[in-house]
């Protein structure tokens, strides 16, 4: 495997359990604070753990896409094979 794709591959690992672990904690801190009616609660994660879950997303996003454009050099010199005749 190439370095750029080893490292968008990466990048893209990193991201995504950074938002899912995120968007766990956001939620989980969203419903305590409704439950618990503090509406300071439901502030502070809307104003501190929301940019940053918004950002990994748009970073995780980014390097899927790079990495569903760009096949591995060994994929694209190979040659397909017809399954039927």
Not at 46 to 57: E, F, G, L, S
Not at 72 to 77: E, G, L
């Amino acid at each position: 495997m190439n370095t750029p794709r080893r490292f968008t591959a990466t990048v893209f690992t990193v991201t995504l359990g950074a938002l899912l672990a995120g968007g766990v904690l956001f939620v989980a801190g969203q419903t305590a604070g409704l439950v618990a009616g503090q509406n300071s609660w439901l502030q502070f994660f809307n104003t501190y753990i929301k940019p940053p879950i918004c950002i990994a997303a748009s970073v995780c996003a980014v390097a899927g896409f790079l990495l569903s454009y760009k096949r591995s050099h060994k994929q694209a010199t190979q040659q397909q094979e017809a399954t039927t005749r």
